[in-house]
């Protein structure tokens, strides 16, 4: 199974430009305001544009927001799946017809939390915990954590890098990788080299 690349929390067009360049599979970004990272919409609807042009899914990252402001940024920005990063109950958002990525805030009851999961309909993303729900915490979480749940169902986020990306992938098989901060030369702002080399490692690995 090849693990799938999600690189997140774009705000600058040529930044989106760069890593539509690269082999990834997903291109986050985020609908929060006055978030450090989040992205005007105007510069979404043009990475609508460059994602569809190289067949690389959109995702939109929002944190308990209403369906109804979900759907009005959905009317301007037409992306591709929706991720609900805070304590939203997932039925109040099937109606937007939108393939939807749930983060679970990693903690000791994980274990319980993913029996109870809808692999067939939802993708699960696993991150670091945040009290707050702002967002991730750019910190790991203990991968150990992992050894007695259905990795290769799941996204995992959380503090990666290209310096530990492969620490992982020698452990555990994801169905998908994420990273933001991983991948930043300052808030918001993406180093081209680290994309680079956080996808060649995934990619080359063996």
């Not at 105007?42 to 959109?58: F, H, L, P, V």
């Not at 915490?137 to 169902?153: A, C, Q, S």
């Not at 530990?164 to 993406?190: A, H, M, Q």
């Amino acid at each position: 199974m090849n693990t799938s690349i999600k690189l997140c929390g774009f705000k600058h067009l040529d930044d989106i430009i760069f890593a539509s360049s690269l082999n990834i599979n997903y291109l986050g970004m985020i609908f929060v305001q006055n978030l450090p990272r989040t992205i005007e919409l105007q510069t979404a609807m043009e990475a609508i544009k460059i994602c569809r042009n190289n067949d690389i899914k959109s995702v939109g990252v929002f944190i308990d927001q209403d369906a109804s402001e979900i759907e009005k940024t959905l009317e301007k920005v037409d992306l591709d799946i929706i991720q609900l990063h805070g304590r939203e109950n997932i039925e109040e958002y099937t109606y937007l017809n939108k393939d939807i990525i749930k983060t679970i805030h990693v903690s000791e009851d994980l274990l319980n939390q993913v029996s109870k999961l809808d692999f067939d309909n939802i993708n699960y993303l696993l991150d670091a915990t945040d009290i707050d729900c702002k967002g991730g915490t750019g910190n790991t979480f203990d991968w150990k954590i992992l050894k007695d749940i259905p990795v290769e169902k799941l996204f995992i986020a959380g503090g990666l890098k290209p310096d530990n990306i492969r620490d992982l992938l020698d452990k555990y098989t994801p169905k998908c990788v994420d990273v933001s901060s991983g991948i930043e030369k300052k808030i918001s702002f993406k180093d081209h080299k680290l994309m680079i080399d956080f996808v060649d490692r995934i990619r080359k690995y063996k």
